[in-house]
């Protein structure tokens, strides 16, 4: 079974080691949901240094390709920051639909079956 791609995005904190627990818990909910999880802040972070200038537009440039491919794009977390503005932007510009975690999974949610 092909997953369509769910590029996953938030209002991430300062701290990269809760950041990488949090995103990867967001990534498990939406491959339990059915999706290819695509998640930058997990897949990047491990090699690129955003502190080198031209890194730092290579991941944008990245994330940015990655989003493009992408079938679906999800907010998860209750804040939003201008990062997330961009990418629910960029979505729109793209006509890639956007969607939050708590969408995605309510919509699954309601295909299964319940046993009464």
């Not at 590029?7 to 939406?30: F, L």
């Not at 997990?42 to 989003?67: A, C, N, V, W």
């Not at 969607?99 to 699954?108: E, H, P, S, Y």
């Amino acid at each position: 079974m092909k997953r369509p791609l769910a590029y996953i995005t938030a209002s991430w904190g300062v701290d990269p080691t809760e950041n990488t627990e949090i995103a990867a818990k967001y990534s498990r909910k939406v491959f339990d949901a059915g999706y290819s999880p695509i998640c930058p802040i997990l897949m990047l972070s491990t090699f690129i240094d955003d502190g080198i200038p031209q890194e730092h537009k290579d991941r944008q440039d990245i994330e940015l390709d990655y989003l493009r491919r992408s079938n679906v794009l999800v907010v998860c977390g209750s804040r939003i920051d201008e990062a997330v503005k961009n990418d629910i932007a960029i979505a729109e510009r793209y006509r890639i639909p956007a969607t939050t975690l708590n969408g995605i999974l309510t919509v699954k949610s309601h295909g299964q079956k319940t046993n009464k």
